[in-house]
C-alpha cells in the first residue's frame, strides 16, 4: 500500500511544470561583471507572471524605494544585483505556491511568506558568516524552496488525512515528519530534493532541502544548517509553517556547526519578521 502511494508521489513530482527557464537565463546573466539591465528586462518581461510578481516585491517598503516603480529597468537601477536575484527567485516561488495546502493546513499566502521569510532570515544569516555572494544566492534559493516537496504531497496528506490526524492524537511527542514518514514513506524535503534535481539545480541546494527536517544531515553542510535554521526561526515567529508551528526549538550543535552566538538569534528573528511583513502589505 504504502509502496504503491510512493510510486504515486514520485510520478507526480514529474508533472510538476519545469523551473522556468527566465529564472535560470536572468540569474546567469546576473553573475557577470557588467550586467545588461536592458537583456535581463527583456528576459523577465517573456514571463508576465514573474514580471507582476517582482514589481509587486520591489514596490514593498521592505526595499524603501524612493518612489513607485512601474518598469522592471527602473526597479533594477536602484537595486543591488543581490536583492535582484533574491526578488526573481521569491516571484519564481510564488508562481509554484499557487494554492492552499490543505494537507499542511497552510494557506497560499502563508506557505510563501514563510518561504519568503525563510529567504530573507537565511540570506541575513549567509551574510553575517561571510559567504561569498555565489554562496549567498545558493541560500537563498535553497530556503526559498525548501518547502517545496509540499506542494507534491500535499494531495496525499490531504487523502490520508485521518490517519495523520489519529498517529498525531496517539504520538503527541512527535512531528509532522515523523508521520510523514510513518504514512506516507518519505518526508517533504526528501521529494522537494527530488524535484530540484529533476530541475537540474547543483546538487548542494538539493541537499539542504533533503535535510532541513534531519537533525542529522542539516549538520552535514553549512548551506544545509543555515537552511534549517531559517526554517526553525520562520516557524517560532508563527510565519506560514503550517500544523506544528509551535513545536520547533533552536538546536544548539546547529548554532555551533555555523559558529553563531544564541544572542544573534534575536537579530534574526527580527529582520525577518519586519521584511517579510513589509512585503506581505505590498500582497493583501
Ligand atoms: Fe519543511
Ligand atoms: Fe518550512
Redesign the pocket.
Known sequence: MKRQILERIFDKVDTIPAFPKVAFQALELLKKEDVDFRELERIIKSDPGITANFLKIVNSPAFGLPQKIDSLFKAFMFLGINQIKFIVVASVAKKYFSKDLIGYGISVEDIWFHSLACGIIAEEIAFDIGFSPAKIETVYIASIL??I??IVLDLYTKLEIKEFQKIAREKVDWDF?QIEWLVLGV???LV?AHLLERWEFPKYISFAIRA??DSDLMLQSDIASIVALS?ILANMLGIG?GVDVFNYRVPENLLKNLNIEPEKIYKYLKVGLYKSLLIQKEFV
Request: hydrophobic letters at 10%.
Open positions: 525548501h518547502d516537496g509540499k515528519i518526508d517533504h524535503g522537494g532541513h527536517h526554517n509553517g
